[in-house]
């Protein structure tokens, strides 16, 4: 007789457990809907939002770890929403007996009872506010704390709640109402946060600002007396405006942006290298740039800014402005194949440099050549006879760089760039020709500036990094460090549009080794520069590919590609180079520029 009661008691457990089991397997819980599709984000360097999608279902959703959360919101949530969360199973019993009494006395519902969990059931899967539908809720809210701990259940609470139209979860409504990440809210943004999903509709603050500030002022007051907040932070809060307008989304770095989610469509999350001052500062420059070149019959222009010893792209703008139809903002002029120019020649003189076929003060032929049916000409029209490389390259001269070009052989540029990760080559090395290097092929703006950043690593080539995430990886050498050292100080004196004369005498003024394009019917404008510390290229055109008499790199692209170097952090205080061990002096013939002989 003494064991009947424990056998009953284990019987009924056992009994129970099964139910349960059975009713569970009956009556799974649906947990792909407490994922539901979030908006693609696309986040800078540290992680700050720089770009956000719609979700596939037309809401803003932008996914937030439970640690990306203001410690306030948290806080203010628990305590307002589900004081005993943290010791409840998914349902409180004592929540919802305190409720039933509440609303029989009331004679209508004033209180649910409801814990958080139990709130997450009712937004998967949202019902009338009846019984039955509340003994749904507390059976969901099992299966769920069956599931998941309390922080993951926190974390779905804060993705999934309303905040108003379609905005859902707070990551949306922090940038909606606030223009702030979930991390920045103070303690009044997250009282109102905290109060909105209760009735989203009714207290939304860009339509009925009164009622949002009503509800989160009754928040306030209760968390007062429940000795959660202080009475002056809670008058504080309550005295703080509230928002009546809603911000839009972020959307800076707009062309990067679409690029990196059509690279990359099965990611959500992209975090990029970009630096978002860096990215804002570059198209506030560019905007107002095209503003001036369109006064000139030129519509647009991009810009990228590459970190130049880690190869990470920090800035990237393809037009004036991507919300401009009636100059195809969208088009992404910093990946549009054009032609360069002269903006290849460098690479040329490197090679030349590398295989011993010249030397910086190596006089170069600059006459009247024929190559077959192809005889080049100078921009100007006119010839200087021998010319020290130097200065053929200071002056960009079109003659000594094709007879460089023919003179490298097969293994020239065309190869080279393809090892330097050029992808607009598309056809074969005999389609081009040695017009290449005068801008008979097509590059794109990123490429080529990824070229220059080479440079300023001395030679060494890497892609360019743009995924945070992305492993950091080297190349090989594809230009010797002494040739590059070679044209960095060749370069370096090309006369600059900013202190044409006496920029080496400006106080703060970054040193830069720089060169233009510009390419044949004056239809695409080039100026790409670099140091140790930067790599920035400027393209400027039409997207129609008109031409433009003023569309000349000293002149279109080079004024805007200094205003860029002029904002970079550390650009002025980047050391010069020095020269490496493999580049020498040595005595030279003046007239020649071969070793001096007896």
């Keep these: ?119 997450v059931a009712r937004l998967i899967e949202p019902k009338p506010r009846t019984l039955a539908a509340k003994l749904v809720e507390a059976f969901r809210a099992l299966q769920i704390e069956a599931r998941f701990d309390k922080r993951e259940i926190l974390e779905l609470y804060f993705n999934l709640a309303p905040y108003g139209g379609n905005l859902a979860g707070v990551g949306a409504g922090a ?101 978002a001052d860096i990215q804002r500062q570059a198209e506030a420059l560019l905007r107002v740039h095209v503003a001036d070149l369109r006064r000139r019959g030129i519509d647009q222009a991009a810009a990228v800014v590459i970190d130049s010893e880690t190869g990470e792209l920090q800035a990237l703008a393809g037009s004036g402005d991507f919300f401009d139809e009636s100059h195809h903002g969208q088009v992404n002029g910093a990946l549009a194949p054009r032609s360069p120019g002269s903006a290849l020649k460098p690479f040329v003189y490197a090679l030349a440099m590398d295989r011993g076929l010249a030397t910086p003060d190596t006089a170069l032929v600059d006459t009247p050549t024929a190559y ?39 293994d020239g540029l065309y190869p080279f760039l393809l090892r330097a990760g050029v992808t607009t080559l598309t056809r074969p090395e005999s389609d081009y020709g040695l017009s290449m290097v005068l801008g008979g092929c097509e590059v794109n703006l990123l490429e080529l500036s990824n070229l220059y950043a080479m440079l300023a690593r001395g030679g060494e080539w890497r892609p360019v990094r743009v995924l945070a995430d992305d492993p950091k990886r080297s190349g090989p050498h594809l230009i010797s460090p002494g040739a590059a050292y070679l044209l960095a100080d060749i370069l370096v004196d090309l006369r600059r549009p900013d202190l044409p004369r006496a920029w080496r005498f400006a106080v703060n003024q970054p040193t830069v080794a720089w060169k233009t394009g510009t390419s044949y019917g004056h239809r695409d404008a080039w100026s790409i520069g670099y140091n140790r510390r930067w790599t920035v290229g400027v393209w ?26 002029n904002t970079l952090p550390g ?25 001096a002989g007896p």
């Design 1 to 119: 007789m003494r064991w009947r009661w424990p056998k009953r008691i284990a019987a009924a457990l056992l009994f129970a457990a099964a139910l349960a089991l059975a009713t569970d397997a009956l009556f799974p819980l649906p947990v792909e809907k407490l994922r539901p599709p979030f908006s693609p984000v696309v986040l800078d360097r540290d992680g700050k939002l720089l770009r956000a999608y719609l979700a596939d279902d037309g809401a803003w959703r932008i996914n937030k770890r439970l640690d990306e959360l203001s410690p306030d919101l948290v806080r203010l949530v628990v305590a307002y929403e589900d004081r005993w969360f943290f010791r409840h199973p998914g349902v409180n019993p004592a929540s919802l007996l305190r409720a039933l009494v509440q609303n029989l006395r009331a004679g209508r519902t004033v209180s649910g009872g409801s814990t958080l969990t139990m709130q």
């Design 175 to 275: 940038f909606a109402y606030f223009g702030k990440d979930a991390r920045e809210l103070g303690l009044a943004d997250a009282a109102l946060l905290a109060a909105l999903p209760n009735s989203p509709s009714r207290t939304r603050p860009d339509r009925h600002p009164k009622a949002a500030g009503k509800a989160r002022d009754k928040l306030l007051t209760i968390l007062q007396r429940r000795g959660v907040v202080s009475a002056p932070e809670a008058a504080d809060a309550a005295s703080a405006a509230v928002p009546a307008r809603r911000v839009s989304m972020p959307a800076s770095a707009a062309h990067a942006a679409d690029w990196l989610r059509t690279r990359y469509p099965e990611r959500g999350v992209l975090p990029t290298t970009l630096d």
């Design 372 to 410: 077959g049916a192809y005889s080049p000409e100078n921009f100007d029209g006119q010839y200087r006879g021998l010319v020290p490389l130097r200065e053929a390259l200071v002056w960009s001269l079109n003659v000594p760089a094709v007879g460089l070009v023919s003179r490298l052989g097969r």
């Design 540 to 565: 400027a055109g039409n997207f129609s590919g008109a031409g433009a008499p003023e569309l000349v790199g000293s002149e279109a692209a080079a004024p805007l590609l200094f205003a860029i170097f």
């Design 571 to 595: 650009a002025s205080d980047a050391a010069w180079y020095a020269p490496p061990a493999t580049a020498a002096e040595r005595e030279i013939c003046p007239l020649s520029g071969q070793p």
